[in-house]
């Protein structure tokens, strides 16, 4: 149990373009899923938190308008990366609140490299 | 805001030794800690975790202590093996649907 898929699991794109990255939990429910972008050598570093049915909230220095999240189902989050530069190359990694024994555990996606040309 | 110090940053050991792994919070209201274990490329898979209840929980070779009075916690690994080489990230949250507080990760080489 407690499984949470992303899609893709590699992009390449130009620069100017959007990238739209899917995070799925497989087996359970997740009113709350996490947004990490993770660069090379270093820590997680929280973008957003996702709320089935309302807004993300997003950490400080984060351009909400430039990485666009949408939480419509208790499956499904999917964090958008609006005309993406460069510096936008990252790991991204999604995680899922799962909550299905009260043990608030956190469970990780398998991560979505994002390369922009 | 929570914040999670984590060291050290690597640390290399023989196989069969032991690794311990050191975390701390400025929090107080943090109550579940768990650390994750990251190979190359791939997610962070939890490994284990502790809630502030409890002051030591271990699972065959691994095992996790808590102090909350001096708010630190700890990772042990014992009879490494090769296959224990990764980054190692501690974690502190406080509540269901917040989000957890990353350690920067300490990268654990063990050699055979």
């Keep these: 149990g407690a499984v949470v898929s992303q899609h893709p699991s590699w992009v390449i794109c130009k620069s100017g373009t959007s990238v739209k990255i899917e995070c799925r939990s497989l087996d359970f429910q997740a009113t709350t899923m996490f947004w990490y972008r993770q660069f090379p050598k270093q820590s997680l570093m929280l973008m957003a938190t996702s709320n089935e049915g309302s807004k993300a909230t997003y950490e400080q220095g984060v351009e909400k308008d430039k990485f666009l999240i949408n939480h419509a189902s208790l499956t499904l989050s999917t964090l958008t990366v609006t005309s993406a530069h460069p510096e936008d190359s990252s790991f991204y990694i999604c995680s899922a609140d799962y909550s299905g024994t009260g043990a608030e555990t956190q469970y990780f996606g398998p991560g979505t490299r994002l390369l922009v040309l | ?112």
């Design chain 2, 1 to 112: 805001g929570e914040n999670v110090e984590q060291h050290p940053s690597t640390l290399s050991v023989q196989e069969g030794d032991s690794a311990v792994i050191k975390c701390t919070y400025s929090d107080s209201a943090s109550n579940y800690f768990p650390w994750y274990k990251q190979e190359l490329g791939k997610r962070p898979q939890l490994i284990i975790d502790i809630r502030s209840n409890v002051g030591e929980k271990k699972d065959q070779r691994i095992a996790v202590t808590l102090n909350k009075t001096a708010k630190h916690f700890s990772l042990h690994i014992t009879e490494t093996q090769p296959e224990d080489s990764a980054v190692y990230f501690c974690a502190a949250g406080s509540q269901a649907g917040t989000a957890l507080i990353f350690g920067k990760g300490t990268t654990l080489s063990v050699s055979s």
